[in-house]
């Protein structure tokens, strides 16, 4: 069982503590396991009017076709990733 | 904003957990490979040395702003996980991005050009001799006016920073086999030399017998110096 709290605990940890003394330029460093962050697969929304949504809160916009979505970066920090299909349009929105 | 289509094949993306200069790497459910999400290129794995395509969005926005130009859209709604919501109006980023701190490694930034957490927005474009060419443009130069005019190699630019909604774009400045210059009106419409005037959320002509017309929108990002120079080195920035 996943646990976000701990997860993005343990993060924000490794994001203040580490040091220079163990970095290899250009290497890969493993941080977390593989969805450690869960990546949204199948992504659920809302029209404007049923959204809690603070209005001034950033949010990425995409348009395709006519169809347009917004993802809100305060959600999307805890999933760094969406796939989503817009107007067609098959796209991984990340952040 | 990359497209999931590559040589035919769809692939759907998660949170590898590791890092490459300084950013998390996605990877493909299908391959296992690693993707950088800066560059979209793959640096590890079956798929190593292909690049997905960037496509357009707009990399950051006020959500009533976004709400108030595009009416009908759709937002994602907020996922439950073990039975506990996810708080929706919340930056648990918050002090990183207030500190003087760059990047989760700790290491030493050395382009000392611009202050390391000086936020810029990136452009890339395509030079004649299949090269690509880099900008940078700060921030600060958007708190009196929200467009610069700008060529970038071949490519007449026209870049856009409203500093109250936080919405940023670039496009190219040519429209109908011209090259137009654009100058404000009022908050993020502005006028060409034609006399057309153009809303630069939707990038659409709202004026004129060129209205619905739109403005060729290029990638753009929201991005911290250190980052964006460690990346892309060779770039320049707009003075």
Redesign the interface.
Known sequence: ????TLT?SLL?F???????AD?TD????????????????D??????NA?????????????FSG?????????L???????DVVGG??????W | ?????LDGE?Y??????????DA????DHQTRT?WS?ITGEA??GPLKGKR?KP??????????T??LN??????????T??G?R????????AD?HASQ?AG?????YTDDRLPNKSLVIGVQVPAKDGTTQFRAYPLTHFTKMAIINDTLGEVPLLIFHDKGS?ATAVFTRNVARDIRTFSVQDKHFVEDNTGTRWNLITGEATSGKEKGTQLERLPAVNIYWFAWARYYPETSIYR
């Open positions: 069982m996943k646990n976000y993005l924000l490794v994001t203040f503590y580490a040091t220079a970095y250009d290497a890969i460093r493993t941080l977390l396991p593989f969805d450690a962050i869960p990546a949204i697969t992504p659920q929304f809302v029209p404007a959204a809690k949504l603070d209005p001034d809160a950033p949010i990425i916009g995409v348009t169809e347009s979505r917004a993802y809100s970066l305060y959600l920090n805890g999933h760094e990733i969406v796939n349009q098959k796209i991984a929105t990340t | 904003m990359y497209s999931r289509e769809t759907t993306f998660g949170v590898s957990g590791k890092l490459w200069r998390l790497l996605m990877y690693l999400h640096i590890k997905l496509l357009v969005s707009t990399p950051q926005i006020a959500w009533k976004w709400l595009y009416p009908s859209t759709l937002i994602l709604s907020v996922p996980r073990d506990m996810e708080s929706l109006n919340q930056d648990v980023y990183y701190r989760v490694s700790g290491m030493e936080f």
